[in-house]
């Protein structure tokens, strides 16, 4: 071999022939494989995508050698053929391989010594001959038979399936839900696995039920679809629809698949749909304040209905003497050395005296003093306190306001890692039936709370236990479905503190103070020369992208006393030159540019690098992690990586296809290939993406975009993002048009009704 070969890759052309001997790595899902193939003595390590193959089997394989600096010389595989063993050396080769439970090399070499050339004609079609082999029993003779003929079932369905565009992984969950059945569900009705398999959708069902001649206004698809507009909807943070809105977006998804299709698909045909759908209890339908129709998948119907149910069983309490509240408060005082204001004190007496409490307010107002105070408050009592956040950042900032322990609201709720089904997100081990033991459970950030993961906390609390929930309700919703935070304040039915007095620590941080004026639609003073809140003029996108890159890269790291990769750029927006997009794409070109010595891959659009800074997209509640000290050693592991959650690639393995992401939250992910469509550059992110977070420093690129972001809530969330530094650079006309622009984007959420449906005296009414 020439020294060149180890700077490039070395090609030529080749047919190789030979038994698996060892499958090294398979993907289950995309069916990429590295293989130890043997022939004659000699071994070739080949790659590629393989449907189905078994160690012992006999490949045919066409490609190219190729030779890589990293792992060296391997066969690149662009087709194969599985060819049936045919002299009696390679038939007992492939029996003895292990490809068939029950028989080794021992047994193999005895069936081939009775049957000869005839074994595998006997094993497909008289089986039951297998016991005249010394060692195998008529039972074991009929297990063999059994699991020979569900291989070949699998298989089968497999290539079938794979016809379809239908991974190996998908495809065995179809074939173990439908068994020989598939093949019926695929060729009348393949809108079945959209409602039966998790990870199957709307649109995978309607390519495969196009390719099998499935009419465009077939009753099916009409029904799948309106199912698919409410998750997909979910998905923005609606709960449901309104009837014209949703029978809009049917329309436009169930367009013609081509120009020559036909879809002569009536609005009658799609009312006959929903109201089948809801006499199916699949859909719930509900006339709002005006008369109109509300449209709610059933699932969210009753994940809100469980919330308001749940809240105020939680909320039924006796009240405490004042004077003993007030006694004991002013202990909390003297011991701590605070004195809490009317607000906060007005707060812990609340706690006192309620099931359910909310404590609302915006930075600086003494969120945390509050507490504080209250964990000293319970404590008195010896009470088992519970503190908890949705995210792992805000858990740990909890942790070091407090100096008590906080977690997750998934690790206190103990996630399982199993998905129920594709509405309902996770399944928690603490639940109605295994609860958590506390007195006192404090939530913090609960505008970042969806009503899946309400629901699963709920679920987990007995009555009894107090319910403290803070957060500030005047920041974005959750990512997820649901506007829960401000529905329960809303309603009017539990008590609600709004802690309004900004402190004089507070006072001194322009970002506490600008927030709050951007919250009361007050005009801010921005300048260049600020301590806390910069203001640079520029008015081209292209030199905003320069000033940019010079503060993360030369001004701001020193200034905040951070790594470059902690600061973060927000944007409104996702698309053009100062869209979240494109702002990715320039800075990983300068800040983490190409390197022969960094592995990099194509992902989507976009390219993942060692070194880049990434963030999650969905969550993941199976993906699996690991806590590590920085000698390498576990401490930790468990399940689940969040929509939002951000960290740094650290290796990237194209042998097996693997990738490891080190999160700020200190946890290790191992991501396979087909996994990475989970993960997006987050040099820059959207402002929703950035909720429950804080960064020594923000940079806001703000120009120009959409009224609908470009609006007060997103301006104040943005700021509110920031511990020591906000940077905003462009134009001073947009930041007051943003404050003056109340607009949001309007959700669809149902809970507040939910809440009022409820009457103590009237019981609980659907």
Not at 249 to 264: F, S
Not at 613 to 640: A, C, P, Q, S
Request: with cysteine.
């Amino acid at each position: 071999m020439h020294a060149g070969c180890f700077d490039k890759w070395w090609i030529y052309l080749e047919t190789i022939k030979g038994y698996v001997q060892k499958i090294i790595y398979r993907n289950a899902d995309n069916g990429y494989c590295v293989l130890s193939i043997e022939e004659n003595g000699c071994e070739n390590i080949c790659v590629g995508n393989f449907r189905y193959v078994d160690e012992g089997e006999y490949l045919e394989l066409d490609g190219e050698f190729v030779f890589h600096p990293s792992y060296g010389e391997q066969f690149k595989v662009s087709n194969y053929r599985s060819i049936v063993p045919q002299d009696v050396v390679s038939i007992e080769r492939f029996l003895g391989s292990g490809a068939i439970k029950g028989i080794g090399e021992v047994t193999a070499k005895r069936i081939v010594q009775r049957f000869g050339e005839d074994t595998l004609r006997i094993l497909d079609e008289e089986p039951e001959r297998l016991a005249e082999i010394k060692g195998i029993s008529a039972r074991k003779a009929q297990e063999i038979a059994a699991q020979q003929e569900e291989k070949k079932d699998l298989r089968n369905a497999m290539v079938f399936l794979g016809n379809y565009g239908i991974s190996n992984a998908m495809a065995v969950k179809i074939y173990k839900q439908y068994q020989q059945d598939v093949y019926t569900i695929i060729r009348e009705n393949p809108y079945r696995l959209a409602d039966d398999i998790t990870g199957i959708g709307f649109r995978k069902a309607d390519e495969i039920a196009c390719n099998a001649g499935v009419a465009p206004n077939s009753e099916f698809r009409i029904k799948s679809c309106i199912i698919h507009v409410l998750m997909k909807s979910a998905g923005e943070g609606n709960v449901y629809l309104p009837d014209a809105v949703l029978k809009q977006k049917v329309m436009e998804t169930l367009r013609p698949v081509t120009v020559d299709d036909i879809c002569d698909i009536e609005m009658s045909d799609l009312e006959n749909c929903v109201m089948d759908l809801a006499i199916e209890k699949r859909l719930i339908l509900k006339p709002d304040s005006e008369g109109n129709r509300e449209v709610f998948y059933a699932p969210y119907y009753y994940t809100e209905a469980g919330i308001a149910k749940m809240l105020h069983q939680l909320n039924l309490r006796g009240r405490m003497q004042p004077d003993a509240v007030e006694a004991r408060i002013r202990e909390v005082e003297q011991e701590s050395g605070i004195t809490l204001d009317e607000m906060q004190r007005e707060a812990v007496n609340a706690a006192a005296n309620s099931g359910v409490l909310v404590i609302t307010g915006g930075p600086g107002t003494g969120k945390t003093t509050t507490i504080n105070a209250l964990i000293k408050y319970f404590q008195k009592d010896y009470r088992e306190i519970l503190l908890a956040a949705p995210t792992g950042r805000a858990a740990k900032r909890m942790t070091e306001a407090t100096g008590w322990e906080a977690s997750t609201i998934h690790r206190m709720l103990e996630l399982s890692g199993e998905i129920q089904d594709t509405s309902a997100g996770a399944n928690f081990e603490r639940n109605e039936e295994n609860p958590l033991e506390a007195d006192v459970i404090i939530i913090d950030e609960m505008s970042m709370v969806d009503m899946f993961l309400m629901n699963a906390l709920l679920k987990a609390i007995v009555p009894g236990t107090r319910l403290i929930m803070v957060g500030d309700v005047d920041q974005l919703p959750s990512v997820g479905p649901g506007n829960v935070l401000r529905d329960i304040i809303e309603s009017g039915m539990f008590n609600t503190v709004k802690l309004t007095k900004i402190f004089r620590q507070a006072e001194e941080s322009e970002i506490v103070l600008n927030a709050h004026k951007i919250n009361r639609g007050e005009q801010i003073n921005l300048r260049p020369d600020s301590k806390d809140f910069i203001f640079i003029q520029r008015d081209n996108p292209y030199v905003i992208l320069g000033s940019l890159l010079t503060l993360i890269r030369d001004k701001l790291p020193d200034y905040v006393h951070a790594d470059m990769k902690e600061i973060q750029v927000l944007s409104p927006v996702k698309r053009g030159v100062l869209g979240v997009e494109n702002l990715n794409t320039f800075l990983q070109s300068n800040l983490n540019p190409p390197d022969r010595h960094k592995s990099e891959i194509p992902v989507g659009d976009s390219i993942l690098r060692e070194g880049d800074k990434v963030m999650h997209i969905k969550n993941n509640y199976n993906l699996e992690w690991e806590m590590r000290t920085k000698t390498g050693f576990v401490y930790d592991r468990g399940k689940g990586i969040f929509n939002g959650d951000i960290g740094i690639i650290e290796r990237i393995n194209e042998s097996t296809q693997m990738m490891e992401v080190h999160f700020d939250d200190g946890k290790h992910v191992i991501y396979t290939f087909d996994q990475m469509e989970e993960l997006v550059l987050a040099y820059a992110a959207t402002v929703h993406k950035a909720q429950g977070s804080e960064y020594p420093a923000v940079i806001l690129p703000l120009l120009s975009g959409p009224a609908l972001l470009m609006n007060r809530n997103i301006l104040y969330t943005a700021v509110t993002r920031a511990k020591q530094c906000v940077c905003v650079v462009g134009r001073k006309e947009t930041v007051g048009a943003m404050i003056n622009n109340v607009r949001e984007i309007n959700r669809y959420s149902a809970l507040k009704d939910r809440i009022l449906d409820f009457r103590e005296d009237a019981g609980y009414l659907l």
